[in-house]
C-alpha cells in the first residue's frame, strides 16, 4: 500500500479564516513533507518532519502552521491567508532509506 | 544557480518514437535521484529511482551520470498515455528535496 490520504480534496476560504489540511500515511514512513504548487510550476517545499519533529522550514510564513501529531498523521494550519497562497497544497512521505517520496491527491486551495 | 536543470520542452513526438529527457544538477553531494511523472491537476507519481548503474523498467531507462552530474530518462515505443510533465527530483542529504522545473511530453496520434 502506497497511499497518502489527504483531506480536504478541494477548500475555498476567506482572508479572515482558519482553516485546517490534513494528511495521513499508513506506510510506516518516518518523514513526512507539504509542498506547494502553483499551476505549471513544480512542487515547493515547505515543511519537512523527521521522526514527528519539524526539520526543514522553507522560510514559509507564519500564516501557514504544521504540526505533526503522530507518525502517520500530518496538518497544515492555515490562518490569516492572502489570494496569492491559492494553489495545490501536496502532502508526501518516505522511508529513510530510499527517500522514494510518495504524494497525497493534494488539496485546491483557493483563498478569496 | 539552480540546484537542478531541465529542459522544459514541449516536446511533441509521434506514437512509437523513442525521446530522451535530460537534467542537470549542481551539488556532487546529491545522493539519491528520481523520476517523477505528473498529469495535469494531479500529484508527482514516482516513476523511478535512478541508479549508478542505470536501470530499466520496461519501455522506461533511467541513467545517472556522476562524473557529468546529469541524470536521463528514455521512453521507448512512446504511447499516447505517456503524455505528462515528468519531474527529476535530487535528494542532496537528509530530506531536502530539489525539483526540476519538468518537462512537458505529448505523444501524438
Known amino acids: 500500500d502506497t497511499e497518502v490520504t489527504q483531506t480536504p480534496k478541494h477548500l475555498v476560504m476567506g482572508m479572515t479564516n482558519k482553516k485546517s489540511l490534513k494528511c495521513e500515511q499508513h506506510?510506516?514512513?518516518?518523514?513526512m513533507y507539504w509542498y506547494k504548487q502553483k499551476a505549471k510550476k513544480p512542487p515547493e517545499l515547505m515543511f519537512v518532519y523527521s521522526y514527528e519533529k519539524l526539520s526543514i522550514n522553507e522560510s514559509v510564513p507564519s500564516r501557514f502552521s504544521p504540526e505533526c501529531p503522530n507518525s502517520s498523521l500530518l496538518n497544515l494550519h492555515l490562518h490569516a491567508l492572502q489570494p496569492e497562497d491559492s494553489a495545490l497544497y501536496l502532502c508526501?512521505?518516505?522511508?529513510?532509506?530510499?527517500?522514494?517520496?510518495?504524494f497525497g491527491p493534494g488539496t485546491r486551495l483557493t483563498v478569496t | 544557480r539552480k540546484e537542478v536543470e531541465q529542459d522544459p520542452g514541449p516536446f511533441n513526438v509521434p506514437e512509437g518514437a523513442t525521446v530522451a529527457f535530460n537534467c542537470t544538477y549542481s551539488n556532487s553531494a546529491s545522493q539519491s535521484f528520481f523520476w517523477y511523472r505528473q498529469d495535469c491537476r494531479k500529484e508527482p507519481k514516482l516513476l523511478m529511482s535512478?541508479?549508478?548503474s542505470g536501470n530499466e523498467d520496461g519501455r522506461f531507462t533511467a541513467q545517472l551520470n556522476r562524473a557529468s552530474q546529469y541524470i536521463s530518462l528514455l521512453i521507448r515505443d512512446s504511447k499516447l498515455s505517456d503524455s505528462a510533465t515528468y519531474l527529476c527530483?535530487?535528494?542532496?542529504?537528509?530530506?531536502?528535496?530539489?525539483f526540476g522545473t519538468g518537462t512537458s511530453l505529448t505523444v501524438i496520434p
Open positions: 527530483v535530487v535528494n542532496i542529504a537528509g530530506n531536502q528535496f530539489y
Open positions: 508526501a512521505s518516505s522511508h529513510y532509506t530510499s527517500y522514494e517520496q510518495y
Open positions: 535512478v541508479y549508478s
Open positions: 506506510m510506516g514512513h518516518r518523514a
